[in-house]
């Protein structure tokens, strides 16, 4: 069955550094959305990314979807405190027709 | 603010009581999902609607149904309520949702937090 593993489940960095939260699928996607939870607060979405090899950035945030559309990532660069959050990749399964979430990387900041 | 509604905002109630969950989409969009968010699960898909009518059906357990109303709010009832059900309950909409469906944008309500004691 489609397995998608979001790694790491935690990252906890100072703040000025990067971050980077993975997705890897087992099988091929047909897109993949990313969302922002912030402490007691409710997912928002973020981008989703369709084509092979697309690279889309939003200010300090990169996100790609890998050529054989099984991997993806988001990448913060040069972290800030209002970053701290859970990071979300999700997906559509077509089988169930429903849109999975991965477990969710939660990036804390020491300032 | 995402434009969704949810209420209440908080819910304390009692093993094998049951409990009514609103939410209110954004203006225009007509689907409806509906989330399920604890510690150890993660953010699990419940089940859709679009349009009044039930649309994709996920982890949902049978003690709890929903519904869609004309008006395109919905409402999630749980039922014989168990220790394990609580949870953060997020409902979320969507435009389309049938429609080229999992590239539709979802935007989600702040939540109920339910508690079971």
């Known amino acids: 069955g489609q397995q998608v593993m979001q790694i790491p489940q935690y990252q906890h960095v100072q703040e000025g550094e990067d971050f980077t939260t993975y997705c890897n699928s087992s099988?091929?996607?047909?897109?993949i959305q990313w969302y922002k939870q912030r402490p007691g607060g409710h997912p928002v979405f973020l981008i989703q990314?369709?084509?092979?090899?697309e690279v889309k950035k939003q200010k300090r945030l990169t996100f790609q979807f890998g050529e054989a559309k099984k991997n993806s990532s988001l990448h913060i660069t040069a972290t800030q405190t209002t970053d701290v959050g859970t990071y979300f990749c999700?997906?559509?399964?077509?089988?169930?027709?429903?849109?999975?979430f991965g477990q969710g990387t939660r990036l804390t900041i020491n300032p | 603010d995402s434009g969704v509604t949810q209420t209440p905002k908080h819910l304390i109630t009692a093993t094998g009581q049951r409990v009514t969950l609103r939410c209110s989409p954004r203006?225009?969009?007509?689907?409806v999902y509906w989330y399920q968010q604890s510690l150890d699960q993660g953010l699990q898909f419940l089940i859709q609607y679009y349009n009044g009518e039930e649309r994709a059906k996920g982890n949902i357990l049978e003690r709890f149904s929903a519904q869609q109303f004309p008006d395109l709010h919905s409402e999630l009832n749980l039922s014989s309520l168990e220790l394990g059900d609580s949870a953060l309950y997020f409902c979320?909409?969507?435009?389309?949702?049938?429609?080229?469906?999992?590239?539709?944008?979802?935007?989600f309500g702040p939540g109920t937090r339910l508690t079971v004691l």
């Open positions: 999700a997906w559509f399964f077509q089988g169930a027709q429903k849109l999975v």
């Open positions: 990314l369709v084509k092979s090899g």
């Open positions: 979320a909409s969507s435009v389309y949702g049938h429609i080229a469906p999992g590239t539709d944008t979802q935007y």
């Open positions: 099988t091929t996607l047909s897109n």
């Open positions: 203006s225009g969009d007509l689907s």
